[in-house]
C-alpha cells in the first residue's frame, strides 16, 4: 500500500512539474498590446477576433493566386508576396504563414528579421546565395548557395537575407511559424525610420561621417 501511495505521489509531482515548466504567456502576435482596463475601449486583441463556426464554409481555408510571377522590376530586383492571417483570415490561431519570393537575375532580398517567427526557404527555381548571422557577441555568418529542390533554415530574430546568383529568375516558397511574423528590413528601419534617428546617434553607432548618414537618411 505504501509502495502503491509512493508510485501515485510520483506521478502527480512529476506532472506537476511538467505542468508547471510547459506554462507560459502566449507569444506576441503584433508589435505590442497595451493594457487597458476599459474593455469598452479595447479595439484590437492578440491576434483576430473569431468567426462564428457556424458561419464558416470551405472558402475560409483557401487562398489561389501564388502560382503567379511577381513583378521585380524595382532596385532590388525581388518581390516577396507574404501570406499572413491578414491576406488568408482561416490562418487565425494555426501559428503559420507562407511566402512566395520572386527574384530576377542577381536580385536581392536584403537583410532583415522576422521577430515572431522561424523561416524554412525552399527554392523552387534557379540558385541562391543565403545566410543569417547569429548574436552578439560572435556575429557569426552562416552562409551557403542553394538549388532548386534545397531547403534552408533561418532561426526566429536572427539577420538573414537572400541573393540570386544566377543569370535566370529565380523563385522561393518560405513557410514561416506564426501568423503574422512581422519583418524588419535592416536598412529602411534604421536609415528610414518615421521619425529619423538622431543622425549622431548613427554617426557613432556605425563610425561615418554625419554626411553619409545624412544621404542614407534622405535616400530610405
Known amino acids: 500500500m505504501t509502495k502503491l501511495f509512493t508510485c501515485l505521489l510520483t506521478v502527480v509531482l512529476l506532472a506537476l512539474a ?33 468567426k462564428d ?10 487562398f489561389m493566386g501564388l ?7 524595382n532596385q532590388l ?4 508576396t507574404l501570406v ?30 522576422h521577430p515572431r517567427a522561424t523561416e524554412l526557404l525552399t527554392v523552387i527555381e534557379g540558385t541562391l546565395l543565403v545566410g543569417f ?13 542553394l538549388n532548386k529542390g534545397d531547403i534552408f533554415v533561418f532561426p526566429m530574430g536572427l539577420i538573414h537575407f ?4 544566377g543569370e535566370t529568375n529565380a523563385i522561393a516558397f518560405s513557410s514561416l511559424d506564426s501568423q503574422n511574423p512581422g519583418l524588419i528590413t535592416i536598412a529602411n528601419a534604421t536609415f528610414g525610420s518615421n521619425p529619423p534617428i538622431n543622425p549622431y546617434v548613427l554617426t557613432k553607432a556605425f563610425q561615418l561621417d554625419k554626411s553619409v548618414i545624412n544621404y542614407l537618411q534622405q535616400k530610405f
Open 18 to 50: 511538467s505542468s508547471l515548466a510547459s506554462a507560459h504567456d502566449p507569444s506576441p502576435l503584433q508589435d505590442f498590446c497595451v493594457a487597458v482596463n476599459n474593455p469598452n475601449s479595447a479595439v484590437f486583441v492578440n491576434g483576430k477576433f473569431c
Open 53 to 62: 463556426p457556424k458561419l464558416t464554409t470551405v472558402d475560409d481555408f483557401i
Open 67 to 73: 502560382d503567379a510571377p511577381r513583378n521585380t522590376h
Open 77 to 80: 530586383g525581388s518581390n516577396v
Open 84 to 113: 499572413n492571417v491578414d491576406m488568408f483570415p482561416g490562418l487565425n490561431t494555426l501559428g503559420i504563414a507562407l511566402a512566395r519570393v520572386d527574384y530576377a537575375p542577381y536580385g536581392l532580398n536584403p537583410p532583415h528579421i
Open 133 to 145: 548571422v547569429t548574436s552578439n557577441p560572435d556575429n557569426r555568418l552562416f552562409t551557403k548557395v
Open 162 to 165: 537572400q541573393f540570386n546568383i
